[in-house]
Structures are given as C-alpha cells and as structure tokens.
C-alpha cells in the first residue's frame, strides 16, 4: 500500500533563514506526482508545489523547491527566506498514477514556526 | 472566480444524529472529492465523485455515503454519528478532463464535533 511519511512533527525557523522539510514515500507505481501543500490557521488546503515523477528536474516555485530522489523516495521541501506568512501545517501527498479518479494520500504533516 | 465552498462552517451533532456537509466545486470543475481530517492528522480520502457516480472510495464503512448534482456540486452524508467522526472534513474539486497533474482545489472545510 502507499504511503507517505514526515518524520518531523515540527519544526522552527527564523525569519529570513532557510529551512528544509522532509518527506519519504513508497509506491509500487512508476508514474505519480508529489505534491507539498501548506494549511494555515484559516484550514484552506494550499497547493504549494508539485512534482512529476518521469521529470528529473527539481520542482521550483519561487522561494519554494524540492529535493526529489526518485530511488530514495524522497522528497523534501526546501522553504528560502521563511516569512512570517509561511508558518502553517505542511502535508507532503502523493498522488499514484495518472488517472483521473487517483486518490491523494497525505503525510501526518509537519508544523512550522518562523521565529522574528 | 469562485473557488471551493462549503457548508456549514461548523456543526455540533450528538452521537447516533445524521449530518449532511454540502460542497460546491469551483467554476470550471466537474469532480468532487472528499477527505476527513481528525485533529492533528493528514486528509484521508473518503470518496470521490463524477458524473453524479461514486469512482472511488477509501476505507470508510457505509455510514460515508455521498451524491451529486447535475450542477456538480456534492453533498457528504454520515449516519450513525460517533465520537470518532469528529474532524474537519474537506471537499476538494478538479477537472476530469483537465491535464493529469492538475492539483485538487481545496474548500475551508466543514468542522464536525459529535458530542
């Protein structure tokens, strides 16, 4: 069965400092997409940035990148230049497949704190 | 451009009520997803919807049921209510004809306290 793991039930950071969020996965699939999304206070499930599995090339969203290593499982979240607006629940999902009813099965979730 | 919305906000229902949360897609959008989120927890996928059919379900016991409309928004129904289904249960939405990688777009999500 799949299945994703963030093994940091928290974390903190200080402002303008950098901050890296992991995450494993295990799927018997070839083709997926990982997804990181960030759920502050207000409950909303934002997409922060996702990634396709064929694709070698790391994901990049602004401040936002991924470490993707494909035969590790890996896929860690790498936040640059944390600001206050980013401190939130981050769930790491992974989505197997490619079709359209493909379910998304997300990590526990890690809390970051950005410190002023 | 209206994203995702749900109803109510929050609900406080007593164990063995039924409760119905309500979800209307984003414009644009024909596919509705569920997911129950208990308190310091990540989504569990309930059931997904298209086409007014349930295509796929997670690990949930029939108490989960759901339906959708012509107008493709969605409707989660839980019997039997127990302490345990309290959580925050979200509604998600997306294209069934859009490109494959396409993020699932979140509502606010129903808060669910069974007393």
């Known amino acids: 069965a799949q299945t994703v793991t963030q093994s940091q039930p928290e974390m903190s950071v200080q402002e303008a400092e950098t901050v890296t969020l992991s995450c494993t996965y295990d799927?018997?699939?070839?083709?997926?997409?990982l997804f990181w999304y960030k759920q502050p206070p207000s409950r909303q499930m934002i997409l922060v940035i996702r990634?396709?599995?064929?694709?070698?090339q790391n994901a990049t969203e602004n401040r936002f990148s991924v470490n993707f290593q494909k035969a590790a499982k890996s896929f860690s979240l790498k936040i640059s230049d944390s600001q206050l607006g980013d401190a939130a629940m981050y769930f790491c999902a992974l989505t197997e497949g490619l079709n359209r009813d493909d379910k998304i099965i997300f990590g526990k979730g890690t809390r970051l704190h950005i410190l002023p | 451009d209206a994203g995702v919305t749900q109803s109510p906000t929050h609900l406080i229902k007593t164990r063995g009520q039924q409760v119905t949360l309500r979800c209307s897609p984003k414009s644009g959008h024909d596919t509705v997803s569920w997911y129950q989120q208990a308190l310091g927890q990540g989504p569990q996928f309930i059931f997904q919807?298209?086409?007014?059919?349930?295509?796929q379900r997670g690990n949930f016991p029939d108490r989960f049921s759901g339906h959708q409309f012509p107008n493709y928004s969605s409707e989660l129904n839980v019997n039997a209510l127990l302490l345990g289904d309290s959580a925050l249960y979200l509604c998600a939405s997306s294209s069934w004809t859009g490109p494959s990688n396409q993020p699932q777009h979140f509502g606010d999500g129903t808060r669910l306290s069974i007393l």
């Open positions: 919807y298209y086409e007014e059919e349930e295509r």
């Open positions: 799927t018997s699939e070839s083709d997926y997409y």
């Open positions: 990634q396709e599995a064929y694709k070698q």
